[in-house]
């Protein structure tokens, strides 16, 4: 059973560097698209960056330059660094895995290409 847990999320000025975690189980990173959504009051989820096993990343273009995924397979670890934090940014920041890693190969996946999710955490940034 695959499960994701957020952490890292927090209350930050505009302009610093935040990293959010996720910690999983149950995930074959060699052969999973993982991903990094986030959501903002009202507005529907959105696609911010995905990392396939070989490294292959792509971003959304409202965080292109600021925002950087990893994946540590021995941590079974994901991360999203952020920097350069826009008070835009601010939202419910969820992480994803989809086994059919061939998601990753083509566009930024939508939301619903991926079938696990973990609970969220807020990242709030202020001007």
């Known amino acids: 059973q695959v499960q994701l847990v957020e952490s890292g999320g927090g209350s930050v000025q505009a302009g610093v560097s935040l990293t959010l975690s996720c910690a999983t189980s149950?995930?074959?990173?060699?052969?999973?698209?993982m991903g990094w959504f986030r959501q903002a009051p009202g507005k529907e989820r959105e696609g911010v960056a995905v990392i396939f096993s070989d490294g292959r990343t792509k971003y959304a273009d409202s965080v292109k330059g600021r925002f950087t995924i990893s994946q540590d397979s021995v941590k079974n670890t994901v991360y999203l660094q952020m920097n350069s934090l826009k008070p835009e940014d601010t939202a419910m920041y969820y992480c994803?895995?989809?086994?059919?890693?061939?998601?990753?190969?083509?566009?930024?996946?939508?939301?619903?290409?991926?079938?696990?999710w973990g609970q969220g955490t807020q990242v709030t940034v202020s001007s």
């Open positions: 149950g995930v074959a990173f060699n052969y999973y698209c």
């Open positions: 994803a895995a989809e086994k059919y890693g061939g998601i990753c190969g083509g566009r930024l996946p939508r939301e619903y290409e991926f079938n696990t």
